[in-house]
C-alpha cells in the first residue's frame, strides 16, 4: 500500500459544528502532516507529527486541534471555524529516507 | 524560511511542444520534490531529486544544489500534463521533521 488515504472527501460545516478529518496511511511512514491549501495558493504547513508526537505547529488558531491516536492514524477536528477556514485540506506522510512525502487527494472544506 | 521562487508562473502551449520549469531555492536543502496537481487537488509526487538528474517518461529534473535551482523539463507535451507544478524543499537535519515548504507554482496549460 503506497497511498495516504484522506476522507471525507468533502464537507460543508456550519460555524457551530465540530467535524474531523482523518487521514490513513500504511506505508510504516514515521512522519505525518497536515497542510491547507487556499484556492490558486501554494500548500502551507499546518503540523508536523513525528513519531506520534507533536513537533511542529505553524502558528495554527485553536479551533484547529490535531490528533495521532497511532502510527498509521492522524486527524485533524475541527470546531468553530470561520468561512475563511474554507481550503483543501491535504495530508501527507513521509519515511524520512530517500523517498520524499506522498500526499493523500485532501478534504475539500467549506464552512458556511 | 527558506524561500522558493518558480517560473515561469504562467505557461501556455500547444500539444507536442517542450518545456522547462525552474525552480530556485535560497538556502541548502536536504530534500527537494517536484510535484504536479491536478484540476482535483491531488498532488502527485513526479521526483525526489535533492540533487542529480533523474529521468521518468517524458519528464526529467535536475538539480544543481551547490547552485540552488531545479529544473524540470517536459517533452511533448499532451493536454493531460495540464495542471500546477510545484516545487517544495526541505531544510533542516532530514528524516522529514521539517516539512516541505513549497513554491508558487507553474500553471501550466496545453492546448490541443
Known amino acids: 500500500d503506497t497511498e495516504v488515504t484522506q476522507t471525507p472527501k468533502h464537507l460543508v460545516m456550519g460555524m457551530t459544528n465540530k467535524k474531523s478529518l482523518k487521514c490513513e496511511q500504511h506505508?510504516?511512514?514515521?512522519?505525518m502532516y497536515w497542510y491547507k491549501q487556499k484556492a490558486k495558493k501554494p500548500p502551507e504547513l499546518m503540523f508536523v507529527?513525528?513519531?506520534?508526537?507533536?513537533?511542529i505547529n505553524e502558528s495554527v488558531p485553536s479551533r484547529f486541534s490535531p490528533e495521532c491516536p497511532n502510527s498509521s492514524l492522524l486527524n485533524l477536528h475541527l470546531h468553530a471555524l470561520q468561512p475563511e477556514d474554507s481550503a483543501l485540506y491535504l495530508c501527507a506522510s513521509s519515511s524520512g529516507q530517500n523517498y520524499g512525502y506522498t500526499f493523500g487527494s485532501g478534504t475539500r472544506l467549506t464552512v458556511v | 524560511g527558506i524561500q522558493v521562487e518558480q517560473s515561469p508562473p504562467d505557461l501556455i502551449l500547444q500539444e507536442g511542444a517542450n518545456s522547462t520549469l525552474r525552480c530556485n531555492f535560497s538556502d541548502s536543502v536536504n530534500n527537494l520534490q517536484w510535484f504536479h496537481q491536478n484540476p482535483w487537488g491531488q498532488l502527485i509526487n513526479l521526483f525526489y531529486i535533492p540533487s542529480g538528474t533523474k529521468q521518468n517518461g517524458r519528464l526529467s529534473a535536475t538539480t544543481v544544489a551547490t547552485e540552488r535551482y531545479s529544473l524540470l523539463y517536459i517533452s511533448s507535451s499532451q493536454t493531460t500534463d495540464s495542471g500546477v507544478y510545484f516545487c517544495?524543499?526541505?531544510?533542516?537535519?532530514?528524516?522529514?521533521?521539517?516539512?516541505?515548504?513549497f513554491g508558487k507554482g507553474t500553471h501550466l496549460i496545453i492546448q490541443p
Open positions: 506505508m510504516g511512514h514515521r512522519a
Open positions: 517544495a524543499v526541505e531544510q533542516g537535519s532530514g528524516g522529514g521533521a521539517d516539512g516541505l515548504t
Open positions: 507529527y513525528s513519531y506520534e508526537k507533536l513537533s
